[in-house]
């Protein structure tokens, strides 16, 4: 099964509590299949912001996720992408621009609800996830 590397902006979006509903069931339905992978800098990004009475849950939610350490060839792929992106007139946020690079390296998909990684498809090929119906898993 082709895991999916979920960005950031859906965490945020669907820990909201207010948060649109869509993402809310597509994290469920990757949660449920088992499908989720979480990578260096959207821990960072989410465990980072978190309020402090989320911080213990979410830590522990993130402890039990399969995890993808940044490695030091990951931030010279990043750097090669940042560079290809500019070329393209194309900023995205550096973190992004690494999450990327990683997702690209791993042949995993992204879910986001950023428009960044869409930029960043269009020049790369980058594949992104989209929810089925409802929020249902569609698997690769």
Not at 70 to 97: F, H, K, S
Request: aromatic letters at 10%; a negative charge.
């Amino acid at each position: 099964m082709t895991m999916v590397l979920v960005d950031s902006s859906a965490w945020i979006e669907g820990l909201r509590r207010r948060g649109n509903l869509e993402v809310k069931l597509a994290l469920e339905a990757l949660l449920d299949a088992y499908a989720i992978i979480l990578c260096s800098p959207v821990r960072l990004e989410v465990l980072g912001g978190a309020r402090t009475s989320d911080r213990n849950r979410l830590s522990y939610y993130f402890s039990i996720i399969p995890y993808r350490a940044c490695e030091a060839d990951d931030w010279e792929r990043a750097v090669a992408l940042a560079w290809q992106l500019r070329d393209q007139g194309i900023t995205v946020p550096w973190m992004d621009v690494l999450i990327a690079a990683i997702a690209l390296h791993d042949g995993t998909r992204v879910y986001a609800v950023d428009e960044h990684f869409m930029a960043i498809s269009k020049v790369t090929g980058l594949p992104l996830y989209e929810p089925g119906y409802g929020g249902a898993f569609k698997p690769a």
